[in-house]
């Protein structure tokens, strides 16, 4: 198909604005010509997805389908627009009808169907997955409400709702045709038929998933994936009878259930909560989709023998753990395969990615509630949990394993045990991570069947990451680099090595970079109010608050620098600023004292006159993809700071090497491959090692007496308890790391322990800033060798190593 000229396009948003809006191009709002933009590139999309699905249909082409709770989209018309390569005539068509392009697109909402990493690297592979043209599909909900808006009042996080659909449902298809039913609570009973025993599962409620199709285009292709988006509805109508006999609130409640399923995302990212909403949400989008993909499976003619050759499920972490029970259902009740020939086809269909080793993110459901809820999936898991537990104690004969390895244990159901049993691999998602899987949280099962374990390293879609958000940066690598190859082939970029020396290169490399800074100053004013200054250092941490990822260690840090910069005025000769944003769980009362906490150090530094031109701290409000987009490249220090061990992979540490800003950090999850592409001369490593964190809570760890040997931190902390020049005091954090409170043991994430070398860290990194010349070329080296970490490879080794699907080279 024919791409669109400025002509054609500016004609098509025009006819579009008018048949939707009535409205011409001069009056319509910004809102508006969003929707109607939005719209155009939808029907373009959806011409070629009906091309893509034919064909492969006639090739009979195995397919994926990635299953997640989360997809964090975030905007799409400035990357559909590039990925069809109509970016060019978008602006200028925008530009003709009176409009300037940058507001267009910044007054897209984000779609923030997820909370984080685990979210956005959904997102990210289904950009990847269409570009190598794999005939996959992503599933997952259509939830009204995305991730909270966070805004900071005095200080402190306040969530507000995010109704992202008013602009954004302007990108959904919805696909009614394909609604599928699904059924919560009831009872189930045998009924002999014709000599058949038949499971007949009655009563309860029923829900019905309907889609709504995300049409998603790939770079450089006419290949098109679907993002499919279930939407929950109420089966019955509101009972009319039921008003009329004034049992008003009764007659409707049955369609609030249903609907409330499909309301909102739960905001904790790497946190487990066994909430029944929850296991609702789960079931509700895995029975939906395991339907829609048996139907499509058996209405191409082919045998279900088969099903695992023609289709595989990979699962975003466990959320969507039910896909196992749920296949075998499908298969027994419905299809009227016996258990062997189920199992055989499941356990071969399904893998499983690992997103993290926190304990208290390890999904584990109570028996009575999952009883309750899903009958028959209940009775298939005791049945999996059975056979499995044999067949470990028949290879292992020791009590403590078959524990360990249990998916029904003590009232519970494990999501990740069951996973490992029913699937056919399972992955970590950096090396490290994967490491500590195979060794220790899953240890037992790797034993067992070490067949199943794989590492594939995340990675981040880079024309996104970088060419569409660094565009001068894009135009340097294209240059270079002799083509915009790179593009398609990431690893061009090592090309990039040979200008190391190269004065003028990194000359332009800076330029671009202050560029950024002061575009995004300019920015952050006119959203914010806030004045940076872009000769500083821009000293960036952004990703979820959580007390792994030591944003705390980051302020402790700050706070030991204003300390110094009161008692020598000299102290500081490099202008330095501290820029964070994170979002907290609600719930998370820790994670909030820290925001806050943040925001009185910003205050207390803003106001001392000593600090002025020399150390900033900001704190970013609501933190999201977008905003993203804009920090990223006018980054110069990358914070990946968690204890080593914690992080799995990180994806963040990505996206900022490939835009040129050096990490500061711990060899954790994905840092550690890069330092394996960087050395040590090309970031700046500090802390412990995994094994030297382990060693250390195996010996006893002793907070207390690193606080009283080293000063600078004892001042620190000590002016962290006291508080600052608005009054608040934070003696719960300092009780938190140096004594221990609320019954967790002292310094948990071993802050202490990593201080000193976090500062010489630090320290290093300021010294180096001041040489321009080495700073640049580590800035190279890194951009030069952050290929590795685009999502193309990552997906290329998904498709290698675990489903074992063509893709385009
Ligand atoms: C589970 C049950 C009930 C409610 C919520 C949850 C839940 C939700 C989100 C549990 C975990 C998450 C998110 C986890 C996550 O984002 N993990 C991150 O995944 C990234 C992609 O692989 C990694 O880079 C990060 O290291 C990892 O923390």
């Known amino acids: 198909m024919k791409n669109f000229t400025t002509e054609t396009l500016q004609q098509a948003i025009t006819d579009k604005l008018m048949i939707h809006f009535g409205k011409a191009p001069e009056d319509a709002t910004e809102a508006e010509i969003v929707r109607a933009c939005a719209r155009v590139m939808r029907d373009r999309i959806a011409i070629r997805g009906v091309e893509t699905r034919t064909k492969t249909r006639k090739q009979g082409d195995k397919q994926v389908h990635y299953l997640s709770l989360e997809f964090l989209m975030g905007r799409s018309l400035m990357k559909n627009a590039y990925n069809l390569g109509s970016l060019k005539m978008l602006n200028e068509a925008l530009t003709n009808m009176g409009f300037t392009p940058a507001d267009v697109f910044e007054a897209e909402p984000d779609a923030a169907l997820g909370n984080g990493g685990l979210g956005r690297l959904a997102a990210c592979y289904i950009d990847s997955m269409t570009t190598l043209e794999i005939p996959a599909t992503g599933y997952s909900i259509c939830y009204d409400l995305g991730i909270f808006k966070q805004k900071i009042v005095d200080g402190q996080q306040v969530e507000l709702p995010d109704s992202w659909k008013d602009v954004g449902e302007a990108w959904l298809l919805p696909r009614p045709e394909d609604t599928k039913w699904v059924r919560f609570g009831g009872t189930v009973r045998d009924q002999w038929d014709n000599g058949y025993l038949h499971i007949v599962h009655e009563g309860g409620q029923v829900v019905r998933a309907v889609p709504c199709d995300m049409e998603i285009a790939g770079y450089d292709t006419d290949h098109v994936n679907t993002l499919r988006l279930w939407d929950a509805q109420p089966t019955k109508q509101v009972d009319m009878s039921m008003y009329s006999r004034g049992e008003y609130m009764k007659a409707t409640e049955e369609e609030a259930m249903a609907e409330v399923i499909a309301k909102v995302l739960y905001p904790e990212d790497n946190h487990y909560e066994g909430k029944s909403l929850r296991l609702k949400q789960q079931y509700f989008f895995v029975s939906a989709t395991v339907q829609h993909i048996v139907q499509k499976h058996v209405e191409a003619g082919r045998p279900l023998t088969n099903f695992h050759e023609y289709n595989v499920i990979q699962i975003n972490d466990t959320h969507p753990a039910l896909v196992v029970p749920e296949l075998m259902r499908i298969f027994i009740d419905e299809a009227g395969l016996d258990w062997e020939q189920a199992w055989d086809i499941t356990t071969q269909a399904v893998a499983y990615t690992n997103h993290t080793v926190l304990a208290e993110a390890l999904e584990r459901w109570p028996q009575d509630l999952f009883q309750t809820l899903l009958p028959r999936i209940w009775q298939i898991v005791q049945e999996i949990s059975n056979r499995w537990q044999a067949k470990v104690d028949n290879h292992f004969h020791n009590h403590s394993i078959t524990a360990d390895m249990a998916i029904v244990w003590n009232g519970e159901i494990r999501m990740a045990n069951l996973c490992i049993a029913g699937g056919m691999a399972v992955n970590g998602v950096s090396g490290l991570h994967s490491e500590i899987l195979r060794k220790d949280v899953f240890k037992n099962a790797c034993n067992m069947e070490p067949h199943k374990f794989k590492n594939v390293t995340n990675g981040i879609d880079h024309r996104r990451w970088l ?230 809570i195996r010996d006893g760890y002793d907070p207390q007496r690193i606080y009283q040997e080293n000063a600078t931190l004892h001042r620190a902390l000590d002016a962290l308890r006291n508080g600052f020049r608005d009054g608040v005091r934070y003696d719960d954090l300092y009780q938190r790391l140096v004594y221990g409170n609320h019954g967790s043991c002292a310094d948990e994430y071993l802050l202490l322990a990593d201080f000193a070398d976090y500062a010489k860290a630090e320290a290093r990194m300021s010294a180096t800033y001041a040489d321009p010349t080495a700073w640049n070329k580590m800035s190279l080296h890194n951009i030069a060798r952050s290929g590795l970490f685009s999502a193309d490879r990552s997906i290329a080794d998904y498709a290698e190593t675990i489903w074992h699907t063509n893709y385009r080279k």
């Open 467 to 696: 060419s569409e958000i660094n565009p001068e940066m894009d135009s340097l690598i294209c240059e270079l680099t002799g083509s915009n190859r790179y593009l398609s082939h990431a690893d061009d970029m090592m090309k990039l090595d040979a200008f190391a020396d190269d004065k003028t290169v990194l000359a332009k490399l800076a330029e671009i970079k202050h560029a950024n800074k002061v575009r995004f100053a300019k920015h952050a004013k006119k959203t914010r109010g806030v004045i940076l200054n872009p000769d500083s250092i821009f000293d960036v941490q952004v990703k979820r608050l959580h007390e792994y990822k030591r944003q705390l260690l980051n302020v402790v840090h700050i706070i030991s620098l204003y300390q110094k910069l009161q008692d020598d005025p000299n102290a500081i000769t490099v202008p330095h600023t501290f820029l964070f944003g994170a979002k907290a769980a609600p719930g998370y009362q820790v994670a909030k004292r820290i925001i806050h906490l943040i925001n009185s150090l910003s205050d207390e530094i803003d106001h001392n006159p000593a600090c002025k031109g020399k150390l900033q701290v900001v704190f970013l409000e609501n933190y999201r993809v977008s905003l993203a987009e804009q920090l990223i490249p006018a980054s110069e220090v990358s914070q990946q700071i968690s204890t080593a061990g914690k992080e799995a992979s990180g994806t963040g540490n990505m996206k900022f090497m490939m835009n040129g800003a050096l990490t500061v950090g711990t060899l954790d999850g994905a840092n550690v491959e890069m330092h394996g592409l960087l050395g040590d001369e090309n970031m700046f490593l500090f802390g412990l090692h995994a094994h030297e964190v382990e060693q250390l």
